[in-house]
């Protein structure tokens, strides 16, 4: 089986890099607890994105954390679940994807809910999306291992996680739901046409490593919020 192409990972650590740095931009600016801190960071807030205009806000909500716990675990997620994608569908449509998706959790979550939000969890759970839409297409070419993964932990795992994102009042479920069906509807784009080509192959996903690293960056992608 070909693995998937061996590219140059460097979006990844750019967008851990700036996650960090905005961390510790509001941590020195008054702590990322701070509801006002947050707000002149770029937090998403209903009133000031319709009232105001202030739309910007749909993206740089998605860079910012309450604490050092909520960065830990968003940054693992996108640690695993970015390398991963870059690696599968190329440096430039991993951006269109991570921002795309990171939008779709914003405005979905805009739309549905008045309160502060924030996080990267609209990203992540795009890049699930994407890696499903990837191993859906591929499922014929994955080991054994691999597709007994797919249909027994992630496909269950993804309805379970969308239904505690809802149950769970500190979880924006409806950033997790938006940006998950941003990530499948631009990864089946994406993908679309391509059977066949090395990007459709899952050798390097197929090992127990890869495995149990995606079931652990998909649960801190949840509880992230």
Known sequence: MIAPPRRRIWVTPLLLAINLLLYIAMEAWGGSGDPLVLTIFGAKERGLIVGDGEVWRLLTATFLHADFLHLLM????????????ERLYGAH???VL??????GGSIASTI???????GASGATFGLIGAMLVFALRARDMMPEQSRRALFWFFLPWLFLSMWLGFATPLIDGWAHLGGALTGLAVAF??????????????AAEGSARHAW????????????G
């Open 74 to 85: 968003n940054g693992f997620a996108i640690f695993y679940l970015g390398q991963t994608c």
């Open 189 to 202: 784009v994406f993908i679309r046409g391509r059977q066949g080509e090395a990007l459709f192959h899952l």
């Open 112 to 118: 549905a809910t008045p309160h502060i939000g924030i």
């Open 93 to 95: 449509r991993f951006i």
């Open 213 to 224: 690293g995606a079931r652990a960056a998909w649960l801190l992608a949840l509880v992230a």
């Open 98 to 103: 991570y921002f795309a998706s990171a939008l």
